[in-house]
């Protein structure tokens, strides 16, 4: 079967024969400058899209803690009421919004297959890796990062989290952060970007939901497991799955670790560890049940990160993780120039790496 997609980019189109036998797709390679030039007005228009949807949302939530501060300055005392303030007007305006606007451009959803019980337990132990490996590497960078500016970096989310109701964080984080994020951040964009190729829509997936959290902290393991997810998202074509995935690991980072660290209070405990270990050790007996629970998930932790590890291995040496060209094929050495570097790409990365380097040197 043979079936012709045209994709406009500010008045150019690009024309694609896409032949589809027994399974196969024979695609066409872009070899025309004009061709190019297209396919790069095309990814600007998608970077504009989500730099459109950015404004978007901090106007609202800047619109929105004004009119609170009018109405109650002392809301702004409270961590919760702040996260409200915060999270309300992203997800009831800027992100429909966004929504909206990415319609506007022409998608096709991946091929579903059924996803085994068992390879979704096998997918949740390499999503763990992923991420908990990938939040050491963001630690290890943050704490070299800090070294070298001659103070910490702030690790704005887990101070925050410490101040929040366990209601709060779970509600955020568990339920409405991978449901909104799932859809905008992996439906959104892979169905967008698969045209150009399954690479090109994983790679872009991660890239712009790391870029998306603000911060270095998070930065790194967002983009690690963004791309996990895109993958799955790609392979299975069903969005449950990586919005579940999402949910689990949201709800051991975010809602468990903040439980198991309360449990312990690492605060008291430094402040008797610096009169002595004694003292630390009779502080460690006295609530010595929050310690085993503590030790029980850094346990847990390691024990993912190597059994994930080594499943994502040997799927890598299996060569598991083999991804399909799109219907358009960008020419080896354009990618990056292409999907990135055009005007409206470059305003959402500019805008979301000043973030970061803000939140580094705060």
């Not at 730099?51 to 501060?69: H, R």
């Not at 959104?188 to 603000?214: C, P, T």
């Not at 497991?225 to 051991?252: C, D, E, P, R, S």
């Amino acid at each position: 079967m043979e079936e012709t997609r045209v994709f406009a980019a500010a008045g150019e189109a690009v024309q694609v024969n896409a032949e589809q036998a027994d399974g196969a797709v024979h695609v066409n390679e872009i070899t025309q400058v004009s061709e190019l030039r297209a396919v790069r007005k095309q990814f600007s228009k998608f970077g504009w899209m989500f730099f459109a949807g950015t404004v978007v949302i901090f106007a609202a939530q800047l619109i929105t803690m004004l009119i609170a501060e009018l109405v109650n300055p002392e809301w702004s005392n409270n961590p919760n009421v702040s996260l409200l303030l915060s999270m309300l007007p992203m997800y009831l305006i800027g992100i429909p919004v966004l929504i909206l606007l990415l319609k506007l451009i022409p998608a096709q959803a991946p091929e579903r297959h059924r996803m085994k019980g068992g390879h979704f337990a096998v997918a949740a132990i390499m999503c763990y890796a992923v991420m908990y490996i990938a939040n050491l590497a963001g630690t290890l960078l943050t704490t070299l990062l800090g070294i070298l500016k001659g103070g910490a970096v702030e690790n704005e989310m887990m101070n925050l989290t410490s101040q929040l109701n366990l209601g709060m964080i779970f509600f955020f984080t568990v339920i409405c952060a991978p449901i909104i994020e799932e859809f905008v951040f992996r439906k959104m964009i892979v169905d967008r970007i698969l045209y150009y190729g399954e690479g090109a829509a994983i790679m872009l997936s991660g890239f712009m939901f790391g870029l998306f959290h603000g911060n270095m902290n998070q930065f790194v393991y967002a983009t690690a497991l963004g791309i996990f997810l895109a993958f799955l998202y790609v392979k299975t074509g069903n969005l449950k799955i990586t919005i579940a995935l999402h949910m689990m690991i949201n709800f051991m980072g975010g809602v468990v670790s903040t439980f198991v660290i309360r449990l312990i209070d690492l605060d008291a405990y430094m402040a008797y560890l610096s009169e002595g270990v004694g003292s630390a050790m009779n502080y460690i007996m006295d609530n010595l049940a929050g310690w085993i629970v503590y030790f029980v998930y850094i346990a847990f932790v390691f024990g993912v990160m190597l059994a994930g590890g080594i499943l994502i291995i040997v799927f890598l040496a299996g060569r598991k993780f083999r991804l399909r060209k799109g219907a358009v094929v960008i020419p080896k050495g354009e990618g990056f120039r292409t999907a990135i570097l055009n005007w409206g790409m470059a305003m959402y990365c500019i805008f979301w790496i000043a973030m970061i380097v803000m939140q580094l040197f705060q």
